[in-house]
């Protein structure tokens, strides 16, 4: 009575009904359900930017001018090198007030120890980014061994490190780092050859589609639902496309500079920390509840300080990179609005204050805003007063909707 349809499998493999792919549709069905489940991802933030990009090129049609985007590229990378770490710590529900202080220190340390001690300019940035890491290892022992906040924490270091940055300039309060020394020139004059900005676009595609379709098949070896790929495949033409026109429009001017590039390295570097490894996934756990990643064997005080060391040594090489641009290191160096800033810029990006959510794109994102913001403005010389108005506002419709979202993935179930 037996009959091919029900003979068992002829070796010794079990048989596994792996689901289909899913097509185009029931990806779209996908993402309007997260929506709907307040998963907005970068979606505000990349709808808001487009619209202030419209309305500044209605005002002035040289804002998107080729010109004044290398000088907004080359102007994010110091300030959005220092909001990268921010969103670190963000991740994990905490924040860092001394940010602006630290980066200020770090270029005083660049300064003296190079033009004043003449320390080989590898040693001194060496030196620059060693004390940032020290005082993050600070921050984390303070917060793990005595469960000082880390508001009070970092709102101490940001005075007692502006003192050390004083310090160290001594009388001279101002010094300048050497016009022709590497490190300004790579701040100010180099930018990628033209061919070259291609291939890195070319490379920077196949990388995405590549990580993408592994990521596909390996779910569906593992008999879950793989992501379609010709979504992924649509999503790399429509990057190709991007990326390729972007370069090409900048390199009608000077081009993209290599300061940016290291800002945008440092950006896919941390993303594949933060989504690709132990460490990076034992952030979002403790961000999202710190008590359930201590039960599941997360050494959690380990994740705080290596957080705040990452962050201090990234706002450290952020103001090695701000110093370098103005080819100078003075009192002010670090003081201002950065600390605002760099917060504001990671808030704004999609970086959760509840911890938990966000990315390290959100930096990207977030500063690439508030540095449009700022030049929409200058051109439309506008006083600075009315930048942090606009700035400001917008930080509060981001936390808005970071609330309203939060709020409703509690509604949906979904923490």
């Not at 998963?39 to 010109?67: C, E, H, R």
């Not at 080989?120 to 890491?133: K, M, V």
């Not at 005075?159 to 010094?175: D, E, F, N, T």
């Amino acid at each position: 009575m037996s009959t091919s349809e029900n003979r068992p499998p002829t070796n010794n493999t079990p048989a596994v009904d792996l689901p289909p792919a899913t097509g185009i549709a029931e990806s779209w069905a996908a993402f309007r359900s997260r929506v709907r489940g307040g998963d907005l991802g970068a979606i505000p933030v990349v709808v808001g930017l487009a619209l202030i990009w419209t309305i500044f090129q209605i005002l002035n049609p040289t804002f998107l001018s080729s010109a004044n985007l290398v000088n907004l590229a080359m102007q994010s990378a110091a300030l959005g090198t220092i909001a990268l770490g921010v969103v670190l710590v963000l991740l994990l529900a905490q924040i860092d007030l001394s940010v602006g202080s630290l980066s200020g220190l770090a270029a005083a340390i660049l300064a003296v120890t190079f033009t004043q001690l003449g320390w080989p300019l590898i040693a001194a940035i060496a030196a620059a980014l060693a004390a940032g890491a020290i005082f993050g290892w600070f921050y984390g022992f303070l917060l793990t061994r005595f469960g000082v906040p880390s508001f009070v924490i970092t709102l101490a270091g940001l005075l007692g490190v502006l003192g050390l940055q004083l310090w160290v300039l001594g009388k001279l309060g101002s010094i300048n780092i050497p016009f022709d020394s590497w490190i300004v020139q790579f701040a100010q004059l180099m930018f990628l050859p033209a061919w070259l900005s291609y291939v890195l676009a070319g490379v920077a595609t196949l990388a995405y589609v590549g990580a993408h379709l592994s990521l596909a098949n390996r779910r569906s070896r593992a008999g879950l639902l793989p992501e379609s790929r010709t979504a992924i495949l649509l999503r790399g033409a429509l990057m190709i496309v991007a990326l390729l026109f972007g370069a090409w429009y900048l390199n009608t001017d000077r081009g993209i500079g290599l300061m940016f590039l290291l800002f945008i390295v440092l950006v896919i570097a941390m993303d594949f920390a933060l989504k690709r490894t132990r460490w990076g996934r034992s952030i979002y756990a403790v961000g999202g509840n710190v008590e359930a990643a201590r039960r599941a064997g997360i050494r959690v005080d380990r994740v705080y300080i290596s957080v705040f060391m990452v962050s201090a040594t990234l706002a450290a090489l952020g103001g090695i990179l701000a110093a370098s641009r103005l080819a100078a290191a003075n009192q002010s160096s670090g003081g201002g609005d950065t600390n605002l800033t760099a917060i504001a810029a990671a808030v704004i990006g999609g970086a959760s204050l509840f911890g938990g959510r966000g990315s390290a794109w959100s930096a990207l994102l977030g500063i690439v805003v508030i540095q449009s913001i700022s030049s929409g403005l200058t051109l439309l010389s506008l006083d600075s007063s009315v930048r942090y108005m606009v700035t400001g506002a917008v930080l509060l419709l981001a936390v808005i909707i970071d609330s309203m979202s939060r709020r409703s993935r509690a509604l949906h179930g979904r923490f």
